[in-house]
């Protein structure tokens, strides 16, 4: 509710009655944005990337392989490369080198966090950091993860 209203909504309760179970609570819609390797984040690939979600992380912050950067706008994870630098070259044009315009990180509390995870990811908490990742930070390892469930599911 906090995050579908931006912190605006003001909620109150009173407990009316006990019911029966009605199944799992829903979670999240949309996937996950993960690094694909370790290294600083650069206000180019996260401008080139803000059309895929928001993000967690702002330029110049230090990201490791598996780590989860932002949320995706659509179903699904993705594996982005947040590192990647503009290539240098003599050519110039004009209006190509433009100021980044990118939007700040998303600030999520301990308990924002628990309530964001999946079954498959989890919360790194450091003394300066709350930080969530993937249970298996290699790519490859999630595939089989996630096939082994879909086995023991059937």
């Not at 949309?30 to 690939?45: C, P």
């Not at 912050?61 to 994870?77: L, T």
């Not at 209006?95 to 308990?111: C, F, R, V, W, Y």
């Not at 999946?118 to 790194?124: A, L």
Request: glycine letters at 8%; one cysteine or more; aromatic letters at 8%.
């Amino acid at each position: 509710m906090l995050t579908a209203t931006a912190g605006e909504a003001v909620m109150a309760h009173r407990f009316n009655e006990y019911k029966p179970w009605k199944g799992p609570i829903p979670g999240r819609n949309n996937g996950v944005l993960i690094a694909k390797e370790a290294g600083t984040t650069t206000g180019y690939s996260l401008d080139k990337l803000q059309d895929r979600g928001f993000f967690f992380v702002d330029p110049g912050e230090e990201v490791y392989k598996g780590m989860i950067i932002g949320e995706n706008s659509k179903p699904g994870d993705l594996v982005v490369n947040a590192n990647e630098g503009k290539k240098l070259t003599n050519m110039r044009a004009s209006g190509s080198d433009a100021a980044t315009n990118i939007a700040p990180k998303t600030l999520m509390t301990l308990e924002e966090c628990m309530e964001y995870i999946q079954h498959d990811e989890c919360i790194e908490v450091t003394p300066n950091f709350i930080r969530m990742r993937k249970v298996y930070l290699d790519e490859e390892d999630r595939k089989k993860f996630s096939k082994m469930m879909k086995i023991e599911e059937a």
